[in-house]
Nanobody, 124 residues
């Protein structure tokens, strides 16, 4: 079992930045590929970004490419999402997820563990 806890959400104006963090409870954090997903009101949860177990490979949804950066610190059991040039369309609850596999996936069904989410609100 892996417990994931997100932090760093909040209210920001359009064009601003936020950095999300997700800390994992397991020392075997480095065995997991990790991902960020988001869910806006009335919409399905969608893929945002993913990173391989080593951090050597990263993947982004087209809507955030060039604005968001995913990274991980395996020594600290922590996943990050740096979000720049935020837009009102980025408003959502952001979830981190862990996959019991070194390889990434953009499919939310491929992830085994989820955090509770952190709210990001971008005002225009």
């Amino acid at each position: 079992q892996v417990h994931l806890e997100e932090s760093g959400g909040g209210l920001v104006q359009a064009g601003g930045s936020l950095r999300l963090s997700c800390i994992a409870s397991r020392r075997t954090f480095s065995n997991y590929a990790m991902g960020w997903f988001r869910q806006a009101p009335g919409k399905e949860r969608e893929f945002v970004s993913a990173i391989s177990w080593s951090g050597g490979n990263t993947y982004y949804a087209d809507s955030v490419k060039g604005r968001f950066t995913i990274s991980r610190d395996n020594a600290r059991n922590t996943l990050y999402l740096q979000m720049n040039s935020l837009e009102p369309e980025d408003t959502a609850v952001y979830f981190c997820a862990a996959r019991v596999s070194p390889g990434h996936s953009t499919d939310r069904g491929a992830y085994d563990y989820w955090g509770q989410g952190t709210q990001v609100t971008v005002s225009s």
